[in-house]
């Protein structure tokens, strides 16, 4: 399960990465929280770019056979929230991420280094 967990997080961070992203963030919490392996924390300058970063996501990892199991948020609101299960990604505006400070609320999971991805 580590291993698709890894792969998924992967694939989301090139996604991201692909539509320039701000400041990705993958934080390993599998060791501290049940809810998932991993969170993703990208975000966007502005809704047409929140809206293809999600529309990115979902097309890659759908690509690799991982069907997202929710979605929450509209991608032209600030926050849209895509859980896969084992990775958990969250797409923001840039002042929603400032805001909610999702990085502060989960600084004990392990920052993994995306130079490795």
Partial sequence: MENQAK???KIAYHAL?????????IIEIGTISVIA???????????????AMV??????????????K???GVK??????MDYGDVVI?????EDRLFYDLERIWRD??????ALF
């Fill in 90 to 94: 969250h797409i923001f505006s840039k």
């Fill in 109 to 114: 999971g392990k920052e993994v280094d995306t």
């Fill in 37 to 51: 392996d991993y969170f993703i924390i990208a975000h966007g300058n502005s809704p047409a770019q929140v809206d």
């Fill in 17 to 25: 990465n692909e539509k320039k992203a701000e400041d990705i963030k």
């Fill in 76 to 81: 032209s609101c600030g926050w849209v929230l």
């Fill in 70 to 72: 929710r979605v929450e």
């Fill in 55 to 68: 529309d990115s996501v979902q097309e890659e990892l759908a690509k690799s056979g991982y069907e997202t």
């Fill in 7 to 9: 792969e998924m997080a």
